[in-house]
Each structure stands twice: as structure tokens, then as C-alpha cells.
């Protein structure tokens, strides 16, 4: 199957009341971060900092991985390897069997979106339940995250306010505290009846086998440590090799991310209920995902995109996530990373469009904590699609044929004059009461939208010449 | 304005430059090609305009086609291997010759060492007058309200907002103004205009709508490609408001 993202602009760009939302919202998270990256004096090198540490730790993924599950191990947990979506899935469900549980309370994990592992436990008759407000309004609405961090961005208050009054009762009101309390309530019931809990995972520290997952609303130390058992999936890329490197992670992370100092939770889990201890789990599950990043670490022009920490900063600064939003990329991760992140999660194939979704503005570059190239790696996998193509095609593309055809003209300088004079000469057939009009390929996008200057008479050069024979 | 550095006069100097002008201003835009060399001969520089060159090869790299893309760059490479400073009255350009088109040959190929060498010579326009010259003003006057757009590639790749600014605030008469976001994206993104039409459009609209917010009667900025973009947004609005490349803003001298 090909994700496409074009076919989905128009109806996002029309859609009045998504436009209204979505500005004001980006707008806030944008300020918000700015405001909070500008009381640090050394973010630069921060953001330098964090991208050698992630660097490091990427050149040596294998050993810290390994420390990261003996100190897991050694503090009464179990780590489970899981090479793709499918093996994490089925050790999940396997396990939920055992134990026979009923019901799963779940945080936030992007990770459990890309493995589709609420549909697998509902398939499964395991009634997972989002736990994170905003999850908790997708997984009502039956959508999927708008954002990455903020996956009910794009909804109003008053569609909230809708939603739960339909789904759960809710008499409507105009006060926020009172949506949050409905919520809050539902959830408690969920959260004492639960079996298992799972979790996503921030950081994995492999000096320590601390797992650091960050969070606003309590509901992940709930889920960590309420039911009898917890499971955190994580991507084998969340691994950080000491504790001090939190420090500096935490720091860019909830900054770039929601624009606070320190996000009101901070989690740092160390494995299962110990003897004397009257809470926590009884067992404690880290399962470690691959699904196709030991690929992308493979690739050295790449590899850097394993850094991500996943702050959707990216996605609020990018004027193209600004106007399309999220779920007109069709895939789990949206905007420049989710750009550069799906084709290599899947192939560049199966999302030919994600890398052309840009303009290569850079502002994502600009913004990223961990500073990963992303207008590069958008570069490169251009590259590799447009290759794909022309293997796959049984006729060379349009594209591509126009492309030999234009480097064929422009690598002589007679024939780039040549085709120079000849699109002077048949313009002013296009021209209408003065505006320069080409509705046909490949100007009819633009025409659509812009009108195009009509062309001057002569070229620069034999302007030029001319001058330079007057001797001005 | 008094504590701006007057007018650098650098007639005795021998300075000899070549002229990289790009395809799109050579064949579309010629009146950019002119102004800049007009100011660079206001300015005692003399320009070289080597007619062996076309493009720097930056459609199809953009678009993913490097087989293409390296093609048409061997043959900039080769029309100034032996040339003097290159100035390019374009941001986006610029990049192209010195970020990416060394990226495109092995680094030690003949290729890539001359793709590097040429990268290190090669200037944008404003910074070739602020860094390289050391002057602000050009000498020209245009006593009008002015907005300045950054191009991306010249702001984020290569660093250059100051410059522009400087220069623009040069001019005799003028009244600058920011426009909100200066520094966000037109849209326009090459290839990405006409792929994701409506999508680049729309960006733009933003962009337009900030322009207006300014007040300003003029938008600078010093892309012809931006402003191509801008300016046929503008006009299918109706709107009063004109594009201006920075080179012909600056070339508003008498003569």
C-alpha cells in the first residue's frame, strides 16, 4: 500500500474549521518554546551536546542496548527483543493471555501507534484505554494522533465538549476544568481496574536500567505502577548511555516540546515492586522494538534520523504542518520528521510523497534540539525515490524525461539560448490583458494559484552585449 | 544613519569578479542581471560575464534527479574553474554552488576539490558588498516604505540576514519596515510549487497576508524565484503592494 499525501491537501486546506484551530494552537506551542529556549544562554551547545551524545550512542547502539537489558534483568524486570511490530505485538497479546487479563491502561507511545497496537488489543478483546487526555479524546473519536505530542490538537474545546457528551454522558459545559474532570473521573475507574499497564519510554538509561518517561497528567505513573503488570515498549534509538545525560535530554526536550522548564512528570522507572515496597508492579516488561531501525542505522547518510526524541518542534515551525496538519500525511509520524522517518520505516516506495512534502525551508533543521539535517535527509531521499521509479517504471517518467531533456539543454550554452529565445518567442501567445497565462502542464499548479511574469524581450546576456558594444 | 560608513570607493582597486547572474534571471529577470552589475561597476568592480554558463543545476537536485543535477553543474565548474570571485545575486543559488554542488562529486575527484575551491570563492550578492567590500550603501535613493523577505536557503544555509539589511537601510530615503515572520517560508520550494500547488500557495497566502501587515508598498527580497512566487500571488490578489529584488532596489541611483 502508498501512502499519498497530495490527494489530501485540498480537503485540509478547505476545511474551514481545521485551518481555524490549527493556527492559533502551533502559534502557542511556537511561543511557548521560544520563549523557553531563549532563558537558556547555552542552548547551541546544548543542542551540539545532545546530537554527539546521540551520535555516539548510535555508532555503538548494539553495547548499550545490552547494558541497558542486564541492568534491566538485574533489577527483577524482563526485556523482551522484538525485531518487528508483529513480534512485539505478539509477545503483548501472549502475555495478556496468560495472565487473562481483561483490561490495559495506556500512556502516550508513538512507538504503540506505529505498531498499531491499540487495534491488535482490541482485536484481541483486550479493551485498552488511553489514559492520556488527548489520546483519550482520539481513541473516543476513533482518529489517530493529530501530533505527535499533541495528538487532540486540532480539536476545539467545544468538539471536545461534544464528543463527551456523546460517548460519555457529559452535560454540556463551557468550563475546561469540567471536561478535564469527566475525563479524569472515567479514567480513575479504569486505571483501579486495570491489569496491565503499558508505557512508552523517553530515555532508557543503559548505565542505570532507568527508564525516564515524561508526562503533565500523572496518568503514566499510574499506569507504571497501579496494575499488577507493566509493559514499556520502547525504540531500540531511546537508548542514552549514562544518567547525567539526562540532564541535558529532559532539559531540550521539554522545552522544544510543550515549552516548560520541566514537564510536571517526570517518571525514572527501575523495574518491578521490590520486597517492602507497598507499590508497583509484580512483573515489569521492557520490550525493545526494532521495526526497521537497525535499517536506517545501517545507512550511514541517514542514520541520523534515529536521534529524534520525538518534541514535535519540527512539526510546529514547519510552514507545511501548518497548513496541512497531521493526518494529511496518513501515516503515524507527521511533518519533517514523520517526512523523513516513514519512507525509512517502510520503503521509499511505499511513501513516494512524504519527501516531497517541502519546501526545504530549513526551519525544522533550525529547530530540532538534537539538530538533525532533516532538509538533507529529505535530499537524499528524494534521490532514492525518484531512483525507485525509474527502476520499477516499464517507460522512463515524465519527470524524469523532462529532467534528461532540461539537463540536455542547459549543459550547452547554444541550446540554452536556443530554448531561451524560443519560450520569448511563442509567450506572447499565453499573454491575456497583461498577465501571462499556461494552464497546461506542468504550469497548471501554478497558474492555478499565481500569475507568471511574462518574459522580457531579450535575455540578460544579449542586453548585455549590447551595453558592453556601446561600451557603457 | 550618521553612524553608517560612507560609501567605499573602490575605483582604484583592482578588483575583477565574475558574474554567476542564474538561468532564471538571465532568461526571465533580466533587469536584476543588469542592476547588480550596475552596482558592482558603480562601485569600481569589474565584472566578467562568462557565457558559457546556464544553470547551477539546482532543479534537479531538489527534485531528487542527481544524475541530471551533476551534469549541468560539471559545466558551471567548468566555466569558472579559472575564474575570479563569483557573485550570485541569488540566495538560493548561491547554496547550490557552495553547499551542494561539492556534495554531488567524490570528494577527492578533480571534481570535487575544484567544486570546493569555486564553493570558497563564490559570494551572494549582499554579502559580497557588506563582507567582502565593507560597504552598506550603494548610493542609491528610493524614498518608499520597504519590506524585507529571507529567502531560506540564504538565511539558514548560509547564514546571510544582517547583510541585506544593511544595505536596504543604506538606501537614501527609504523607510524600512519588518514584516512579522520575516524569516518563515514563502513556499515557494521549487519543484514543491507545482507538486503541492495548492499547498504552496497557501503558505504563501501567509506570507502575503504578513506583507500587507507591514504597510510596506515593496517586498525585497533577494531570491527572483521567491519573489516570482510572491509577486504572482500579489497580483492575483490585486494587491498594490510590488516585489523588488534587492540588487534593483540598490541600483536606484541617478546615473
Known amino acids: ?472 | 544613519m550618521d553612524s553608517d560608513p560612507a560609501p567605499v570607493n573602490l575605483a582604484d582597486v583592482a578588483m575583477k569578479v565574475s558574474l554567476f547572474v542564474t538561468c532564471l534571471v538571465d532568461q526571465v529577470f533580466p533587469q536584476v542581471g543588469l542592476s547588480t552589475v550596475k552596482i558592482l561597476d558603480r562601485l569600481g568592480v569589474d565584472v566578467d560575464f562568462d557565457e558559457r554558463q546556464a544553470c547551477c543545476g539546482q532543479p534537479a537536485f531538489n527534485s531528487g534527479h542527481a544524475d541530471e543535477s551533476r551534469t549541468v553543474a560539471r559545466r558551471f565548474l567548468e566555466a569558472y574553474a579559472d575564474s575570479g570571485p563569483v557573485v550570485v545575486p541569488s540566495g538560493s543559488c548561491a547554496t547550490m554552488l557552495k553547499v551542494f554542488v561539492p556534495t554531488l562529486f567524490p570528494p577527492d575527484s578533480r571534481e570535487g576539490r575544484l567544486a570546493r575551491e569555486i564553493a570558497g570563492r563564490t559570494y551572494e550578492l549582499s554579502d559580497f558588498l557588506v563582507s567582502a567590500l565593507g560597504v552598506t550603501r550603494t548610493g542609491a535613493r528610493f524614498p518608499e516604505a520597504v519590506t524585507y523577505h529571507d529567502s531560506c536557503h540564504q538565511l539558514r544555509e548560509l547564514g546571510i540576514g544582517r547583510q541585506p539589511r544593511l544595505l536596504i537601510q543604506g538606501v537614501e530615503g527609504i523607510r524600512f519596515v519588518e514584516m512579522p515572520n520575516a524569516a518563515r517560508c514563502c513556499g515557494f520550494g521549487g519543484t514543491f510549487s507545482v507538486k503541492f500547488a495548492d499547498v504552496s500557495a497557501a503558505i504563501g497566502e501567509d506570507k502575503v497576508d504578513t506583507i500587507h501587515e507591514s504597510g510596506a508598498r515593496y517586498v525585497v527580497a533577494n531570491d527572483v524565484s521567491c519573489l516570482m512566487h510572491i509577486g504572482g500571488l500579489l497580483q492575483r490578489r490585486g494587491s498594490q503592494v510590488r516585489t523588488l529584488h534587492l540588487a534593483e532596489l540598490l541600483s536606484k541611483f541617478e546615473e
Open chain 1, 1 to 472: 500500500m502508498q501512502l499519498r499525501i497530495r490527494s489530501n491537501t485540498s480537503a485540509v486546506l478547505s476545511d474551514a474549521n481545521l485551518q481555524a484551530n490549527l493556527k492559533p494552537a502551533l502559534e502557542k506551542s511556537l511561543q511557548a518554546r521560544d520563549r523557553a529556549v531563549a532563558e537558556v544562554s547555552n542552548w547551541e551547545e546544548l543542542r551540539q551536546h545532545a546530537h554527539d551524545v546521540k551520535a555516539h550512542t548510535l555508532s555503538r547502539l548494539d553495547h548499550y542496548l545490552e547494558q541497558l537489558e542486564r541492568k534491566v534483568i538485574a533489577q527483577g524486570g524482563k526485556v523482551v527483543w522484538a525485531d518487528t511490530g508483529a513480534e512485539a505485538l505478539e509477545f503483548i497479546v501472549g502475555l495478556l493471555q496468560e495472565r487473562e487479563i481483561k483490561k490495559v491502561a495506556k500512556s502516550k507511545t508513538m512507538l504503540g501507534e506505529e505498531i498499531h497496537l491499540n487495534e491488535e488489543l482490541e482485536r484481541a478483546h483486550f479493551n485498552p484505554v488511553e489514559t492520556d487526555l488527548g489520546e483519550y479524546i482520539i481513541q473516543l473519536s476513533r482518529e489517530t494522533p493529530f501530533h505527535i505530542v499533541t495528538p487532540a490538537l486540532h480539536k476545539s474545546k467545544e468538539e471536545v465538549v461534544d464528543l463527551f457528551g456523546r460517548e460519555l454522558g457529559m452535560p454540556p459545559t463551557d468550563d475546561v476544568e469540567a471536561i478535564t474532570a469527566t475525563a479524569r473521573a472515567v479514567l480513575r475507574r479504569h486505571f483501579l481496574t486495570a491489569g496491565a499497564g503499558i508505557t512508552g519510554v523517553n530515555f532508557g538509561v543503559a548505565e542505570t536500567g532507568t527508564l525516564a518517561v515524561v508526562e503533565n497528567e500523572g496518568n503514566v505513573r499510574l499506569c507504571a505502577s497501579l496494575p499488577e503488570v507493566h509493559i514499556a515498549i520502547m525504540g531500540i534509538e531511546k537508548v542514552v548511555p549514562r544518567a547525567r545525560d539526562l540532564a541535558v535530554f529532559l532539559k531540550l526536550l521539554s522545552r522544544s516540546a510543550t515549552g516548560q522548564k520541566s514537564t510536571s512528570y517526570v517518571n525514572f522507572i527501575n523495574g518491578p515492586r521490590r520486597e517492602g515496597e507497598w507499590d508497583g508492579p509484580r512483573d515489569f516488561y521492557l520490550v525493545l522494538v526494532d521495526n526497521g531501525r537497525s535499517r536506517i542505522l545501517a545507512d550511514p547518510e541517514l542514520r541520523q534520523t534515529l536521534a529524534c526524541i520525538r518534541c514535535g518542534a519540527c512539526l510546529n515551525v514547519c510552514p507545511v504542518y501548518q497548513r496541512i496538519g497531521g493526518h494529511a500525511y496518513g501515516s503515524t509520524y507527521q511533518g519533517p520528521i514523520g517526512a523523513i522517518l516513514t519512507p525509512q520505516l517502510t520503503s521509499a516506495e511505499a511513501a513516494p510523497e512524504h519527501p516531497f512534502a517541502s519546501s526545504l525551508c530549513g526551519a525544522c533543521y533550525e529547530t530540532c534540539p538534537v539538530k538533525i539535517e532533516i532538509p538533507h535527509i529529505l535530499l537524499k531521499l528524494r534521490e532514492r525515490v525518484q531512483r525507485g521509479k525509474q527502476r520499477l517504471a516499464r517507460h522512463l517518467p515524465l519527470e524524469a524525461w523532462a529532467m534528461q531533456f532540461w539537463a540536455w539543454a542547459m549543459s550547452s550554452p547554444k541550446r540554452y539560448s536556443f530554448l531561451g529565445n524560443f519560450m520569448r518567442r511563442v509567450h506572447p501567445f499565453f499573454v491575456r490583458n497583461g498577465r501571462m497565462r499556461v494552464p497546461m502542464p506542468p504550469f497548471s499548479g501554478w497558474d492555478r494559484y499565481r500569475d507568471l511574469p511574462p518574459l522580457p524581450e531579450e535575455s540578460f546576456r544579449e542586453q548585455l552585449r549590447e551595453l558592453r558594444k556601446e561600451g557603457k
